[in-house]
Nanobody, 115 residues
Framework: QVQLVESGGGFVQAGGSLRLSCAAS????????MGWYRQAPGKQRELVAV???????NYADFVKGRVTISRDNAKNTVYLQMNSLKPEDTAVYYC?????????WGQGTQVTVSS
């Protein structure tokens, strides 16, 4: 079982920045594929960014150039640095982990961007 705990969400004005963190409970964090998803009210959950165990990253088109995903295997933590935030980035952001075809989710952290 993997537990994921997100932090770092909050309220920010358009153009601002936030850094989300997700701490994982398993020591084999380095083997996990980690990702961030988001879900806005009335919309489906969508992928924001993902980083694999080798450090390769992939981003959704709507955040490219504004968001950076990174991981610190020594701290069992994945980060999402978000810059130039827009009101349409307002959503609950969820941390996701994949390990040996099993999927795990955090509880989510709210990000609200005002115009």
């Amino acid at each position: 079982q993997v537990q994921l705990v997100e932090s770092g969400g909050g309220f920010v004005q358009a153009g601002g920045s936030l850094r989300l963190s997700c701490a994982a409970s398993r020591r084999i964090f380095s083997a996990m594929i980690m990702g961030w998803y988001r879900q806005a009210p009335g919309k489906q959950r969508e992928l924001v960014a993902v980083i694999n165990d080798g450090g390769t990253t992939n981003y959704a088109d709507f955040v490219k150039g504004r968001v950076t995903i990174s991981r610190d295997n020594a701290k069992n933590t994945v980060y999402l640095q978000m810059n130039s935030l827009k009101p349409e980035d307002t959503a609950v952001y969820y941390c996701h982990a994949e390990l040996l075809r099993a999927h795990y989710w955090g509880q989510g952290t709210q990000v609200t961007v005002s115009s």
